[in-house]
Every structure is written in structure tokens, then in C-alpha cells.
């Protein structure tokens, strides 16, 4: 079982529907992106999810806040909780606010997951 296992069921949670067709169009290279920035096992699927459509948001633009994010989760155990404040105080918050505080709350709710 990879980390990817069940993704697109996860990602379908994250609103792909919302996301462009170029997302939905580019989705196999957006997991493999994905999977080169993630380097801890025991990243929950949720947050793995979070992080592509991160990298679909972020990575050509803003790669700095994408890095911080997965700076976090790549930590043993990954900081779900300091992900979502490190997105909460990124630059792009400015751009899309209710995207970027969306993103940090569901982030933020793996914490809640990993704690039960």
C-alpha cells in the first residue's frame, strides 16, 4: 500500500469539483509532485490530498509556502496543527483567503483525527 492508497476519494472530499479541468487534467503529475515533496510514511491520506491540491495551487507560484507546509507534515510525528498556521500566515493567505483558510482548517482537523 503506498501513501497515494485511496487518494482520489480524499481529494474528491477536498472539492476537486472545484478545482479547474487543467487540475483534474494534470492529477497523475500532481500526485507524483506531490509524492517527491513528501518524505514521512505516516502522513494521513487527508493530508496528502491537502498537499496536492496544494501543489496544483502553489508550486509554480508561491513554492515557498508550499515548502513550509510540507516542511511540517514531513516531520515525525507530521505537525498537521502547525501546517494549518504556517498556510493561516502564508503570503498567499492575501490572494485567496477563504481558500488558503480553508485549506489550513482541514489541515488543522488531521490533528483532531490522528488525537481520536
Not at 16 to 41: G, R, S, V, Y
Not at 93 to 113: G, H
Request: net charge positive; hydrophobic share 40%.
Amino acid at each position: 500500500m503506498t501513501k497515494f492508497s485511496g487518494i482520489r476519494r480524499e481529494i474528491t472530499k477536498a472539492r476537486i469539483t472545484a478545482w479547474d479541468e487543467k487540475a483534474k487534467k494534470d492529477f497523475p503529475k500532481l500526485c507524483k509532485k506531490a509524492e517527491k515533496l513528501l518524505t514521512n510514511p505516516s502522513i494521513h491520506p487527508k493530508a496528502v490530498g491537502i498537499i496536492v491540491e496544494l501543489v496544483f495551487l502553489l508550486s509554480e507560484k508561491h513554492p515557498t509556502e508550499l515548502e513550509l507546509v510540507v516542511s511540517a507534515l514531513n516531520l515525525d510525528p507530521p505537525q498537521y496543527h502547525t501546517a494549518g498556521v504556517l498556510m493561516k500566515s502564508s503570503s498567499w493567505v492575501k490572494i485567496m483567503p477563504t481558500r488558503a483558510a480553508d485549506i489550513a482548517t482541514r489541515l488543522q482537523s488531521v490533528a483532531k483525527i490522528r488525537q481520536s
